[in-house]
């Protein structure tokens, strides 16, 4: 019995380290959902507790009001429409070229390939600047076009993704179809596109969650407050000018990390698999 | 597949017509903006007159007469320096815990990747800056354990870089995957082998875990290197460079050069810059890997 007690103390050694990482690393989270049930003395009363004295709902109507006579209806479908838009866009884009790069012998290929390949390292940083001059001399500043239209051509990070997984798909199949008299759009749409569904559900997860949360394309682009995402408009909660509502700013980033938090519970097989596969960045 | 040489021209155009979207994205987006950023970094160009050319004089006054350049300099090397450490040996050692096989496991991998996925938004960077900030949690410890005065890490130009530091530890989440999916690949017989030759956890460790896990390193040391010298958001949100510029991050100073200034051929100059510093320390890292990957293939990258 010796060994079995052991056993049982070494299990809850273990369990007990893992539940206090499990508090260090949800804490804040916790602490940010609950402080927006809580009245503005009620955030800073000197109470460490994470539940509120009385629940307190006015945070989210005071909040949603929103600034500039915008609600933050207003900013959230703006975000939505960026990150949707432009992860449909992506999704084609990658599945297109992939499908170009993997299966179609072509002069230049291997050279285009290896400068995709190249762009994967070159940060946003570094071309953020060019990019907005040229997006200032197209007249694009204040429109959703610097967010969509780049990122919809291509990103190198996801057609890499979907390249890798098309070459997993037998060659075969695509030569069938072809003796059937199939084109290569035909082969592209009707044999690789749905094999690639796995693949393009990743793409669809991580597209949409870094578009939701990107914050310094529309700080840099979006300066009419009915244009703004819901990261922009969160920033103007931590304005220096203007005296904040706490409990306001705790219910609407609370709001923001929702539609992120549903699509990684829901989807997380897919977002582990991913990461842990292509080494994506979360 | 036998020609090698002569290229179907249906082929050839299919070919183009489907990778064009990125070609086309590639080519104005990417190697046109870095033709007009060289250009731009040799000009003075305020976005209102046009560009004048000034010769390497934009390079000249970061590197000499621009102390506000060097002090960011300094800070975002500290900052990766001892972030990106930081956060691969946390990842390592969580990633290791986590490869058991043991009870709950799935729900410990999924809290602690949680930070990650929300880590890099607008709202964790506020509550960051109200946790760490004067009445935050942080501060009301603080206070009960007797300090006096109102403590604010953020406020302090001592502290404020080693809470945007315990950020990005804290979204150690992705890497943690990395290493986990790395740590199930070296086969079980590996370490029953060693046991066999009488050796201790350590001795697994060193000479078992950390070698076959080394290319993995060498992959999420590269990635958060880079990803460490842009850092944006959590620097512009939580202190906007400050106090006293403590947190004056690199390209936190580039942005305030371009957008707050106007100074487009500064900033292009230090996007410039910037790139030569990641390349050469991607470099650097690549270059001494060779003494400290093992790769059993021995075939390389």
Known sequence: MVVTSKKHLNAAVYHLICMILVVIMIYPVLWMIMSSFKTQSGIFKGNLSLIPDEWHFVNYVEGWRGFGHHTFGVFFTNSFIISITATLGTMTSASLVAYGFARIKFPGSKFLFSCMLGTMMLPYQIIMIPQYLIFHRLNWINTFLPMIVPWSLGNPFFIFLVIQFVRTIPFELDESALIDGCTKFGIYYRIILPLCKPALVTVAIFSFYWRWQDFIQPVIYLSKPKLYTVSVALRLFADPTSVTNWGAMFAMASLSILPVMMVFFILQKYIVEGISTTGLKG | ?301
């Open chain 2, 1 to 301: 597949m036998g020609n090698t040489k002569g290229y179907n021209l249906k082929s050839t155009i299919a070919g183009y017509l489907f990778i064009s979207p990125w070609l086309i994205g590639f080519l104005c987006f990417m190697v046109l903006p870095v033709f007009v950023s060289l250009y731009i970094s040799f000009t003075k160009y305020d976005l209102i007159s046009s560009p004048v050319w000034v010769g390497f004089k934009n390079f000249q006054r970061l590197f000499l007469l621009d102390p506000r350049y060097r002090k960011s300099l300094g800070i975002t090397f500290l900052y990766v320096v001892t972030a990106v450490p930081l956060r691969l040996v946390f990842a390592l050692f969580i990633a290791m815990i986590l490869c058991q096989k043991r009870r709950l496991i799935g729900f410990y991998r999924l809290i602690y990747y949680l930070p990650s996925i929300i880590g890099g938004s607008v709202a964790v960077a506020l509550v960051w800056r109200m946790f760490f900030g004067s009445g935050g949690p942080i501060s009301l410890v603080a206070r009960s354990l007797g300090i006096k005065g109102n403590v604010s890490l953020i406020g302090n130009p001592k502290t404020a870089l080693a809470t945007i530091i315990a950020l990005y530890v804290w979204q150690f989440g992705s890497s943690m995957l990395i290493f986990l999916a790395g740590l199930k690949n070296i086969p079980e017989s590996f370490y029953e082998a060693a046991v066999v030759d009488g050796a201790g956890s350590l001795v697994k460790f060193f000479r078992i875990t950390l070698p076959l896990l080394s290319p993995v390193i060498l992959f999420n040391l590269i990635m958060q290197t880079i990803h460490g010298f842009l850092m944006f958001t959590q620097a512009w949100i939580i202190t906007r460079g400050g106090p006293m510029d403590s947190t004056l991050v690199y390209v936190v100073y580039m942005f305030l050069r371009a957008f707050q200034f106007y100074d487009m051929g500064s900033a292009s100059a230090m996007a410039w810059v910037l790139l030569l510093i990641v390349s050469f320390f991607t470099m650097i890292i690549f270059t001494t890997s060779r003494r400290w990957v093992y790769y059993e293939s021995k075939q390389g990258i």
